[in-house]
């Protein structure tokens, strides 16, 4: 049996699998849930996808995610696969 663990962003393992859920924003109606499941890379390369994060910009990708994190946006959370 498989159990799920609850990761903060900044935890996540390139190596290791994950459960990515995704609470959609939506201001009027229902936003829906999404989810991904994948290594540690790829979930950090989804969660950039969907808060739009540009490295280019020079941000600091976990200072970006966590400032619009539920605020107003879509709400992340991330569970590590055991």
Request: without cysteine; proline residues 0%.
């Amino acid at each position: 049996m498989k159990s799920l663990d609850q990761v903060n962003i900044e935890d996540i393992k390139s190596d290791k699998k994950y459960l990515l859920v995704v609470s959609m924003y939506e201001r009027y109606g229902d936003g829906g849930t999404e989810s991904y499941i994948g290594t540690g890379d790829e979930v950090i390369e989804e969660i950039r996808q969907i808060f739009g994060y540009d490295e280019e910009e020079g941000d600091d990708w976990l200072e970006f995610v966590e400032e619009r994190n539920g605020d107003g946006d879509d709400f992340v959370e991330v569970f590590k696969v055991e």
